[in-house]
């Protein structure tokens, strides 16, 4: 399947794009994480599994466990905080 991935703040700056199309064979946001922190640099550098990284499926908040849809959006972001 292909998703649309998007990155936002830090990680967005970091990685040097906004988004991209990945063919997938994951069922779920931890196996796409896994298979984008797989490549290594700075995908393994900002996705690490220990790293707070809040992630959105269809502009729905999600977790590791969320199915990925068929040609769906899966955002990565890193926390936010208020002040």
Known sequence: M????RYFASLRETIGVASELVDTACDDVAGLRQQLIARGGVHAECLAMGRPVRVAV??????????????GEVAFFPPVTGG
Not at 61 to 70: C, G, K, S, V, Y
Request: net charge negative; aromatic share 0%; no cysteine.
């Open 2 to 5: 292909r998703v649309q991935v």
């Open 58 to 71: 269809n502009q729905v908040m999600a977790d590791d466990a969320t199915r990925l849809p068929e040609g």
